[in-house]
């Protein structure tokens, strides 16, 4: 079973920093690309990033290139989202994605609020 958890949310200042981090198990996770996506309050889904089975082909999305950094772990099956510079626009759910054998799977997502 696909599971995937993620961890590390909270409230932050603007200008302040957060880690995520996504725990995974029941699929090969270090050859599979790994992506982060978030959801602000009333919108939709928005791609954050991805890293592939090779730390060092990573995207990211205009709004947090330069800010956000995306790497994993493979002998901890984890995958981070380091962000810095946080903005209010930032705020939103954050939820690791994987595609397993054609199906997109999910965690339950953890929260990041930036506000004074």
């Known amino acids: 079973e696909v599971q995937l958890v993620e961890s590390g949310g909270g409230l932050v200042q603007p200008g302040g920093s957060l880690r995520l981090s996504c725990a995974a198990s029941g699929f090969t996770f270090s050859r599979s690309a790994m992506s982060w996506v978030r959801q602000a309050p009333g919108k939709g889904l928005e791609w954050v990033s991805s890293?592939?089975?090779?730390?060092?082909?990573?995207n990211y999305a205009d709004s947090v290139k330069g800010r956000f950094t995306i790497s994993r772990d493979n002998a901890k099956n984890t995958v981070y989202l380091q962000m810095n510079s946080l903005k209010p626009e930032d705020t939103g759910v954050y939820y690791c994605?994987?595609?397993?054998?054609?199906?997109?799977?999910w965690g339950q997502g953890t929260q990041v609020t930036v506000s004074s």
């Open positions: 994605n994987v595609a397993v054998r054609g199906y997109g799977y």
């Open positions: 890293i592939y089975s090779s730390s060092t082909n990573t």
